[in-house]
Structure formats: structure tokens, C-alpha cells
């Protein structure tokens, strides 16, 4: 999809990382934007970091509430009369072996990584289907869904979620003829403020997780030392929506690993140890 200039991109997760610097980046092209996190202090400081004139519409949103995402469908296209970008981007993270994961945090990470993407799906292809309009999907997964890291079942089974969805919604939409391009976002580590996310998970679903600190901290360290930061992975993203690619790997090197992976598999042997 090229150009994007006046075109109305919806960004989840809007408020910090990723979704921060694709607001700017699709900002930066003369896009009208849609933003919407839970956190609704730190979205308002992605507004402030905007160039001057944008036209933005925000919404405090909860991706895992499907009426929510409806209603940021419904707002999104009476302000701009149309969503040409959808970014599925908000994202969770929760650390620890398998055995010590509570069903707390199963249902607050599948909640967010996993249904934000189908509510977004659900609320916006029906809508850019009638549009008939170019249009372009990215749904934000990670290397976590292309690899199988110990110490991050659940992420990882996530992440495997989204890239699958990714690829089956890319088939049934060439199925339809359907002027909707879709890509997948995987990265490795970047310095976003994931480890953090528990700042904003909702007390029903508090963590009781024995090893959380622990494993946060692991998670931390090594998003601090990524070499490429969030605002390259918006970049990156950018030209990949308009080369209609699907598949974005920003962390070039972790292909060697992914093929390891997938030798494993076709040779049916043991998984090999991912390094973390």
C-alpha cells in the first residue's frame, strides 16, 4: 500500500514501543491516526510527540474486550469515514517455566496477544472489505513466534497464534480477491518497555507468579541491549507495508535459528536449546 499520505491508520498498544513510533512514523507520512491503548497517560504523551496538525483521534481501550475494539471501529470510522492501516500491536509479556504459570496469566496474556488481534480482525476487515479501498493489516508477533524459548511458554504459544492467524487471514483474503495486504511483525529483543507490562494488567487477573521478578528481569536485560530500537522496527514496518510484504524480520541473524527449528522438526528431532 503506497503512498500514505491521508490515509487513517488504528494503532493498539499506541502509548509506548512499537506502537508510539509507528504512530510518529505514519505521522511523519501525513497519515490521520487512531490510537489506542490502556494506559492513557502515556498515550497522551505519544500525542504530544506528533508533528504539529495531525489529525488523531484516542481512545482508552482494552484489546482483550471485543466490544471495545467494536467501539473503536465504530468511532474510527465516523471520525475519518474510513481505516486503510490496521496495526494489531498491543502486546504482553509474563516470564517463568511452564509449571509455574498460573491461569491468571494465561488469560491475561491470550486475552491481549491473542483475541486483540482477532477483535481487531473481526471489527475492522468486514468494515475495509466494504471499503474497497487499498488496505494493509500488520498483526505484531515476534521471533517468540517463529522459535520455541524456554522460559516463555506462554508468549511463545501467543506469538505462534499470531503468525498463524497471520497466514490464514493472508489466504482467505486472496481467497476473496480482497484489496487487504497483511503482514506479520517479528522481531527479536528491542528496548520497549514489555518487561514492564504488568504496570498495566487489571486486578482481576493480579500475578501471583512465583519467578516473575526473576524472569522480568531477564526480559529486561536483554530488550536493553537490542541494537535496533523501536523507532527502526517503525521504519521497518513502513516500507514493508508498502512493498506488500508479509513476512517482516527486522533481526536479519535470527533466521539461522529458525531454521534450525524448522530442521528439527522435518528431521523429528528433539527441540535444540534456543539461546535467551
Not at 69 to 81: C, M, P, S
Not at 173 to 180: F, R, T, V, W, Y
Amino acid at each position: 500500500m503506497n503512498p500514505l499520505h491521508n490515509k487513517v491508520a488504528v494503532i493498539t498498544g499506541a502509548a509506548s514501543g512499537f506502537g508510539r513510533e509507528l504512530a510518529i512514523a505514519c505521522a511523519n507520512e501525513g497519515m490521520r491516526l487512531a490510537l489506542t491503548d490502556i494506559d492513557e497517560k502515556n498515550l497522551q504523551g505519544t500525542i504530544d510527540l506528533l508533528p504539529s496538525g495531525t489529525h488523531v483521534l484516542t481512545m482508552k481501550c482494552d484489546v482483550a474486550q471485543a466490544e471495545q475494539i467494536e467501539q473503536l471501529a465504530v468511532a474510527t470510522y465516523a471520525r475519518f469515514g474510513a481505516a486503510h492501516l490496521l496495526f494489531n500491536n498491543a502486546g504482553v509479556l509474563v516470564g517463568g517455566p511452564l509449571w509455574t504459570t498460573t491461569v491468571q496469566d494465561w488469560a491475561w496474556m491470550i486475552g491481549i496477544n491473542v483475541m486483540g488481534v482477532a477483535h481487531g480482525i473481526r471489527s475492522f476487515v468486514p468494515r475495509m472489505l466494504a471499503q474497497k479501498d487499498q488496505c494493509h493489516i500488520v498483526n505484531t508477533a515476534s521471533v517468540a513466534g517463529l522459535l520455541s524459548v524456554p522460559g516463555n511458554g506462554i508468549y511463545c504459544a501467543t506469538k505462534h497464534a499470531v503468525v498463524t492467524m497471520s497466514e490464514c487471514l493472508q489466504l482467505e483474503l486472496q481467497e476473496e480477491n480482497a484489496s487487504i495486504g497483511v503482514s506479520v511483525l517479528c522481531p527479536a529483543f528491542v528496548p520497549t518497555g514489555i518487561a514492564d507490562a504488568g504496570r498495566n494488567r487489571p486486578a482481576e487477573l493480579a500475578d501471583t507468579n512465583p519467578l516473575k521478578e526473576k524472569y522480568e528481569e531477564q526480559v529486561r536485560k536483554a530488550t536493553q541491549a537490542g541494537r535496533l530500537s523501536a523507532a527502526d522496527i517503525a521504519r521497518i514496518t513502513l516500507d514493508a507495508v508498502k512493498q506488500n510484504r508479509f513476512y517482516i524480520l527486522p533481526h536479519q541473524k535470527i533466521k539461522s535459528l529458525i531454521e534450525i527449528r524448522m530442521g528439527d522438526i522435518l528431521e523429528e528431532r528433539s527441540p535444540t536449546q534456543t539461546p535467551r
